[in-house]
């Protein structure tokens, strides 16, 4: 990625000659998401819980696996299918806490857990911009908007260090064939319990 810096800041008018969105004052979840801060639309969480609030019943593939494929997680009776942001941007994300949220698939709403690293704040998200084409080459599609850690000042995770947070789109983090492996682990889940 390329952003220019001045006073040790991304600056947002020089990134590949894109204008600055005008500030959003849509709500965040901040996460340290190992190197970079990303922000998660608040609108879309149902609960941010650590591990130890959790029982996973299937643990979900690791960055490395040949495929991936949803774990399971109960909390609190309910359960999500379980994915690792590390995994699904194959970047090296430490998994520190879990979101809870609800993606649309197929006219119905897919229970889903996240593993990311801490949660770090909430805040409006501010000025963004939009990321070159190109920039990432697994799922761009969710990572479309950066903004500059400066913004967030000394509320950036102590191992920030990209000068670029990036905005996760949740309704463009997973495939379509992901969010039916899902709905479909769920499935399972729910008629394994009916039998018992």
Do not use: N
């Not at 409006?124 to 911009?129: D, E, F, Q, R, S």
């Not at 950036?156 to 039916?180: H, K, M, N």
């Amino acid at each position: 990625m390329t952003a220019s810096t001045s006073s040790g800041g991304a600056s947002l008018s020089t990134w590949g000659g894109a204008q600055p969105d005008t500030d959003k004052a849509e709500l965040c979840v901040f996460l340290q998401c190992g190197d970079f801060v990303g922000a998660l639309p608040a609108q879309w969480i149902d609960r941010l819980v650590l591990p130890i609030q959790t029982q996973t019943l299937i643990v979900p593939a690791e960055a490395d696996a040949e495929e991936l494929s949803p774990g399971l997680l109960e909390v609190a009776g309910q359960r999500y299918a379980s994915w690792q942001l590390g995994a699904l941007l194959e970047l090296d994300i430490p998994q520190i806490a879990w979101v809870l949220l609800r993606v649309p698939h197929l006219g119905s709403e897919v229970p889903m857990a996240v593993g990311t690293g801490e949660c770090l704040f909430v805040a409006p998200l501010g000025a963004t911009i939009p990321l070159p084409p190109g920039v990432f080459r697994i799922r761009p599609q969710a990572l479309s908007h950066g903004f500059p850690s400066s913004q967030l000042g000394d509320r950036a995770g102590p191992g920030t260090q990209s000068a670029v947070g990036l905005v996760l789109d949740p309704s463009r983090l997973w495939t379509t064939s992901e969010l039916s492996a899902s709905a479909a682990i769920l499935s399972g889940a729910r008629q394994k319990g009916k039998e018992r």
